[in-house]
């Protein structure tokens, strides 16, 4: 992980199995640490419902779309988590 994050308002839909949240909210985005093809986001409390069961993530923030498979989620000291995503 790098000290650089990005604080922006993303739309995320999030898939937990057979349902699908959506919801709009601030994020922050990170490189994740000696992998180059992931990307993480953290997201601040209060958290969307259900986020950390999150199985499946699609972002759009400034315009982008990121998307793909949660391979780790960490909920940290400050109450945001941390989601760790592996791109489609």
């Known amino acids: 992980m ?3 994050s990005v604080s922006s308002l993303a739309q ?3 898939g937990l ?3 699908t949240r959506s919801v709009e909210c601030r994020i922050g985005l990170e490189q ?3 992998d180059p093809f992931c990307f993480a986001i ?3 409390a209060p958290l969307p419902e259900d986020l950390e069961q999150a199985r ?3 972002v759009r923030v400034e315009g982008r779309r990121l998307q793909g ?3 780790r989620s960490e909920c940290l000291e400050d109450g945001s988590l941390r989601l760790e995503v592996e791109p489609d």
């Open 69 to 71: 498979t949660v391979r």
């Open 12 to 14: 995320l839909e999030y």
């Open 42 to 44: 953290r997201v601040p």
């Open 17 to 19: 199995g057979s349902t």
């Open 32 to 34: 994740v640490e000696n």
């Open 56 to 58: 499946t993530l699609v």
């Open 2 to 4: 790098t000290a650089k």
